[in-house]
């Protein structure tokens, strides 16, 4: 009797000491999560990786890798200190070059990200194959090239990578503005600092384009009076039927989010909020800035009428291929979709008035001449 019981005792005890080391082995390696500050297998503490794993943004499937490389990129150009535009230049540029995918291989030498060529003075093969490196030596060309602001993004990423097919950066503009929406942290256009080795470009930069760089966004947010998401008190509406049906439509989005790609009704971008506007007054008019850029008639910009689309560069356009539009609504003020953080707010005219380079009268009387002053100068300047 004595040995059975030493038996049934020897056998718990080989039991408590089995669940003693599995819970000796699972509390270590709860620890292990603790100090790794993330919980395996993509747990509640994981966000799959620096770009968050698998989406789809913009309408595109991306899968984790592409997110990491589009989230580096952005962030790369962050901390140079550069506007959301050198972002969309460069995602644009992997993207048609790699398909933002690091690879080891490609055109003769071309490798990584970008398909940089070590024979060309890109760096070495280790070095662009290292998406930091090969981001930061692109920033670095790019910003060195005259002008590169005002360029269409697509001219740019040419300029810089002087492919044997130039056009086929601009079409992977849209795609890239959406990937740089989704990673961008902090102000659109960064102050940069004196040490900042891009500090003369980027000053540039902000002298041209001091604008938000979303999409097709990007106007100059000058200091006012007014409240830019309420009507000014003693605001007067278009007496013309169309006119202020479209004026009107647009106004009641003010406050609205900035949704790249919507036409409505919970949200806009820029041209889509033109297009709910003049449908609302049963008036089509195209989608899209580049199509809307020849809706309607011209007009001279010194005698806007009311409903009038008004186009200036904005991050992604140039003079002749602007990006943004908004809507004159009267009383010296324009409507439009700003960006992902402002949303749909009213802007002075005169904060407008050196950067427009087309104005479209789409239905109504025409308008007439404004009274002589600075703004009018200014307005003059640009031409129907």
């Not at 102050?191 to 902000?206: F, G, I, K, R």
């Not at 001091?210 to 966004?217: E, L, R």
């Amino acid at each position: 009797m004595d040995q059975k019981k030493a038996t049934i005792a020897l056998a718990l005890s080989a039991a408590v000491l089995t669940f003693l080391a599995a819970a000796f082995s699972m509390g270590m390696a709860m620890l292990s999560v603790l100090v790794d500050g993330a919980l395996p297998g993509g747990g509640c503490g994981g966000d799959g990786g620096l770009g968050g794993g698998s989406q789809t943004i913009g309408g595109t499937d991306w899968n984790a890798e592409q997110t990491d490389n589009a989230a580096t990129i952005v962030n790369i150009v962050a901390q140079r200190g550069l506007p959301r535009r050198a972002a969309v230049i460069a995602i644009s540029t992997v993207i048609v070059e790699s398909r933002l995918v690091n690879v080891g291989h490609g055109d003769r030498d071309s490798l990584g990200l970008y398909q940089q060529r070590p024979s060309q003075g890109w760096g070495t093969p280790e070095q662009v194959l290292n998406p930091d490196y090969a981001t930061r030596i692109f920033l670095d060309r790019l910003v060195a090239l005259p002008g590169w602001a005002t360029m269409a993004p697509g001219t740019a990423a040419q300029a810089v990578q002087r492919s044997a097919f130039p056009d086929r950066y601009a079409p992977q503009e849209a795609p890239a503005a959406a990937l740089v929406d989704r990673f961008w942290v902090g102000p659109d256009n960064p102050l940069p600092s004196p040490t900042n080795p891009a500090t003369s470009t980027v000053q540039q930069v902000a002298s041209v384009f001091a604008c938000a760089d979303q999409g097709g966004a990007g106007v100059p947010l000058a200091p006012s009076n007014i409240d830019p998401k309420k009507l000014p008190p003693g605001f007067v509406g278009p007496s013309d039927p169309a006119q202020r049906a479209a004026v009107t439509y647009a106004l009641a989005q003010l406050g609205k989010p900035y949704v790249w790609g919507a036409k409505g009704p919970n949200g806009f971008d820029c041209s889509g909020l033109m297009l709910a506007a003049w449908a609302a007054a049963g008036v089509p008019i195209p989608a899209g800035t580049v199509n809307q850029k020849n809706a309607g008639t011209p007009a001279n910009p010194a005698s806007i009428a009311p409903g009038d689309l008004v186009f200036i560069p904005g991050s992604l356009g140039s003079p002749t291929n602007p990006r943004h539009v908004g809507m004159y609504v009267g009383n010296g003020l324009v409507v439009n979709a700003y960006d992902s953080s402002t949303g749909v707010i009213l802007q002075p005219l005169s904060d407008w008035a050196d950067k427009i380079t087309h104005v479209r009268h789409i239905a109504g009387p025409a308008g007439v001449p404004a009274p002589a002053g600075p703004v009018t100068a200014a307005l003059a300047e640009v031409g129907p």
